[in-house]
């Protein structure tokens, strides 16, 4: 009975996929997390404790126990979800009034009445006092010269109020509050020409401004070349996952003929990416020394690229997947397609776990799923020996 119980585990395919279950677990303790506001400190006991009685059960490893040992797994993550959820939502000190001094993340992005950007608030002043907070708020400048000298990294100095983000109330509006909450904005505030000004102080290093100026200055390559305002924002778009300057007009014909997603940077992008990078340096393999060397160029480089095109979901949830696939080939270990899918999507919500109830985040490993899951049942409705046109359907 029990090698019976032994052999239907084994057979069992979910066994072959281990970061599906612990995934699971993990966006399901997010999902309770955006329900339930709980406080970290019994959430950090309460981890402890199951990790703590894990490692007893794996200490004293028995085959009986298997299943008190997944379940506990599963809890674990289930309260990881919870925590990760909680801590990184925690809302900062909002500051009512004062001196603001604030980091640009953003080149300033030409609207209508307006430009718009994203600033990190580092301190406050308030009278004789100072002291320090971090906050992103959204930041609309009055046209002018000096909005569109602003460059990410720049320090400038307000003293507006804040303003609380709300929704207008209209029926089955879009919850923009709820949307720029997910990305940890909370207040707005629009500066008129006289109401600011930029400041000699240092910024912080930010992984996220230096991906940011980089992008800026391939942006300004691009601008250089002898092309059309239209030709000029799809590039840009296509390669580098800037979309700020599109056309309204633009987005509209793509929109009406379902095409979209062309314009976002995806999977295929970081596939090409890894492409080139083999094709560079994939000499390295042939060396057991160079291995280690082409893990560390293959996955720095893919990740280089995923900062400079934004971070969209997709692109994070493909640089996650090529990275996992280089080091397990590099540890000789073969690769299962949905363990990488479910690790990556592991990573991202540890990472940042309101990536769970991005659409983006959503559909992207929704499409992958589907693909990996239909494509070798469609292949067998119609087999093709031409080894020419059989590459072409596998695709």
């Known amino acids: 009975m029990i090698k019976r119980t032994q052999t239907n585990i084994l057979n069992n395919p979910f066994q072959k996929i281990p970061f599906l279950r612990l995934t699971i677990a993990l966006a399901f303790g997010v999902f309770i997390g955006s329900l339930v506001q709980i406080s970290t400190v019994p959430l950090i006991a309460l981890s402890g404790l199951l990790y703590f009685f894990l490692f007893i059960l794996n200490r004293y490893y028995r085959f009986h126990i298997?299943?008190?040992?997944?379940?506990s797994a599963q809890l674990l993550f289930i309260v990881i979800g919870i925590l990760v959820f909680e801590i990184h939502n925690k809302r900062p000190v909002l500051a009512e009034n004062g001196i603001f001094i604030g980091t640009v993340l953003e080149k300033p992005q030409e609207k209508k009445n307006s430009y718009k950007s994203v600033i990190q608030l580092l301190s406050v002043k308030n009278r004789d006092t100072i002291f320090q907070t971090n906050e992103k708020i959204l930041v609309y400048f009055e046209k002018g010269e000096s909005a569109t000298n602003l460059n990410p990294g720049d320090n400038i100095a307000f003293k507006t109020s804040?303003?609380?983000?709300?929704?207008?109330?209209?029926?089955?509006?879009?919850d923009y509050k709820k949307y720029l909450a997910n990305k940890k904005i909370y207040r707005q505030v629009y500066l008129s020409s006289e109401n600011w000004k930029k400041t000699n102080l240092p910024a912080p290093f930010s992984v996220y401004i230096f991906a940011e100026n980089i992008r800026e200055k391939l942006l300004s390559i691009y601008r250089k070349q002898q092309l059309g305002?239209?030709?000029l924002e799809i590039l840009s778009a296509l390669t580098l996952g800037y979309k700020r300057g599109l056309d309204p007009e633009t987005k509209?014909?793509?929109s009406a003929a379902d095409a979209m997603h062309v314009l976002a940077v995806s999977g295929l992008h970081v596939g090409i990416i890894f492409w080139v990078i083999t094709l560079l340096f994939g000499f390295l393999?042939?060396?057991?020394?160079?291995?280690?060397l082409f893990v560390i160029l293959s996955v720095c480089l893919l990740w280089v690229?995923?900062?400079?095109?934004?971070?969209?979901?997709?692109?994070?949830?493909?640089a996650a997947m090529f990275s996992i696939f280089v080091i397990g080939d590099n540890l000789n270990r073969k690769a299962n397609t949905y363990n990488s899918l479910a690790a990556s999507a592991l990573f991202l919500l540890l990472f940042n776990p309101n990536n769970l109830f991005e659409v983006g985040f959503q559909l992207s490993y929704s499409a992958v799923f589907g693909i990996v899951f239909l494509q070798p049942k469609l292949s067998k409705l119609l087999p093709v020996k031409n080894k020419f046109v059989r590459f072409f359907w596998l695709c």
Not at 66 to 71: A, E, M, N, P
Not at 305 to 318: D, E, H, K, N, Q
């Open 252 to 254: 509209r014909i793509f």
């Open 285 to 292: 393999r042939k060396q057991k020394s160079g291995k280690f």
């Open 162 to 174: 804040l303003q609380i983000i709300k929704n207008y109330g209209n029926p089955f509006e879009f």
């Open 305 to 318: 690229y995923a900062f400079i095109t934004g971070l969209s979901p997709s692109v994070m949830r493909a």
């Open 229 to 231: 305002r239209n030709e």
């Open 66 to 71: 298997v299943s008190l040992f997944g379940i």
